[in-house]
């Protein structure tokens, strides 16, 4: 699959830089109607630890709190995640339900609401009574209300960015790993990507560099912010309660206070992950590597507050990035004559889209529309 020994330059249709989360499923979605000469081109090892899509779960939702415009692409990524999962003979989508609690009138449940009455999506709601009993996992105030989105559950990102290039190499893509794109220009009419390694000519790109997207393209500083996110994991005291069959992925939201988390997958612990709260840095390697004892201990015991049958004491933690947009609306942007597509800032909400979003990256380098795409997605509209 990798090819990595001789450094020769090569001529292709399309060329890929950063094989994460989007460009795998760009490079898959490019690859697999077998018409075009595409290569991918990774700075890291393939499904390395650096990445956006890194921390073992993701949650999938339909029912939108971030706004009904998404869900359209929502439901396209949902059956393109399924045809990933048939190619790759894999589960990716673990489809046990996401479950929102909040208050009547807040934003994101007024979403949620609207997602489904607009789209009509499988759904239960729940008031704070019938939480308690469905849901004995989690402690509730009297006014919380709950709305369980029956498409959403937990996805696998690392097996999920694994299954997209190995389906991408079986149909064909070039893969290369362990080589950095250096630059993206113009030429003729085509576009030179030049790597540390050599040149590769092509008639697009694709661009998904994830908080690495500001290297290459100075245009993304003004627009892109690397936003540090933490996740944490708990040990329960009784697991049963929060496998997968039990514990649908959720995100809870009490005032300051907010969690999202999935089922436990590993056996013995369960993510429930509080609200970013380290400051943006400027460059990717400026992620901080930790989290201070304090913040733990006060995560852990917020935890315990809202998962009485949590111990409070993280069993593991880590701290990951992605780059985030002022309105967490992604960047997905034609530029250089129409020969490059950018996607970036996907402002941590765009796992779920990456399917929807790749499709719309094969559509581009075959002169298709994308009746998924808004204009204000362009480079144009962030600018503004
Ligand atoms: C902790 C955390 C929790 C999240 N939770 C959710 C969730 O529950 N649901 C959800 O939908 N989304 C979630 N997200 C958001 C989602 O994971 C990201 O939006 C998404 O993974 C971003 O994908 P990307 O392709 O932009 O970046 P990445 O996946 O990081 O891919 C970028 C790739 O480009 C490569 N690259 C960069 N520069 C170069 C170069 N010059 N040459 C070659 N390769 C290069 C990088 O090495 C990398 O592999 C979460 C994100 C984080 C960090």
Redesign the pocket.
């Known amino acids: 699959m990798t090819e990595q020994s001789e450094a020769s330059d090569i001529d292709a249709d399309v060329v890929v830089?950063?094989?994460?989360?989007?460009?795998s499923m760009a490079l898959w979605r490019i690859a697999r109607r077998r018409n075009l000469r595409v290569v991918g081109?990774?700075?890291?090892g393939l499904v390395?630890s650096?990445?956006?899509?890194t921390?073992e779960s993701?949650?999938f939702r339909t029912a939108y709190h971030e706004g009904t415009r998404y869900v359209p692409l929502l439901l396209s990524a949902r059956d393109i995640w399924h045809e990933l999962e048939a190619d790759s003979g894999r589960q990716l989508l673990l489809e046990v339900g996401t479950l929102t609690i909040g208050h009547a009138g807040e934003p994101a449940v007024e979403n949620v609401l609207a997602s489904i009455r607009e789209y009509e999506l499988p759904h239960q709601v729940f008031d704070a009574k019938e939480l308690r009993s469905s849901y004995p996992q989690h402690s509730v105030g009297d006014d919380a209300m709950g709305v369980l989105d029956l498409y959403g559950g937990g996805m696998r990102?690392e097996l999920s960015v694994f299954s997209a290039i190995e389906s991408a190499a079986a149909n064909g893509a070039t893969v290369l790993d362990h080589e950095?794109?250096l630059n993206v220009e113009a030429d003729g009419s085509g576009v030179v990507v030049t790597t540390e390694r050599r040149v590769i000519r092509a008639k697009r790109a694709v661009i998904?560099?994830?908080?690495?997207a500001r290297?290459?393209n100075p245009d993304l500083a003004a627009v892109l912010t690397v936003q540090p996110?933490p996740?944490t994991w708990f040990m329960p005291h009784h697991l049963e309660l929060f496998t997968p069959d039990r514990f649908p992925a959720f995100i809870r939201d009490e005032g300051p206070v907010h969690f999202?988390g999935a089922p436990s997958l590993d056996g013995y612990s369960v993510k429930v992950t509080p609200r970013r709260f380290h400051d943006p840095v400027a460059d990717v390697d400026e992620v901080p590597k930790t989290i201070s004892a304090e913040k733990l201990s006060e995560i852990g015991h917020l935890a315990q507050e809202f998962f009485p049958d949590l111990n409070p004491e993280p069993v593991h933690w880590s701290v990951?990035?992605?780059?985030f947009t002022a309105d967490k609306v992604p960047v997905i942007d034609a530029g250089l004559d129409g020969r490059v597509l950018t996607l970036?800032g996907?402002s941590?909400?765009?796992?779920?889209?990456a399917p929807g979003v790749g499709e719309i990256a094969a559509q581009f380098v075959n002169d298709e529309e994308s009746p998924l795409l808004a204009s204000d997605y362009s480079l144009a509209a962030h600018l503004r």
């Open positions: 830089v950063g094989l994460g989360t989007m460009g081109v990774e700075q890291y390395h650096h990445g956006s899509f921390g993701r949650v990102p950095t794109v998904a560099q994830g908080s690495w290297r290459l996110l996740l999202f990951h990035h992605d780059a970036a996907f941590g909400h765009g796992f779920k889209l």
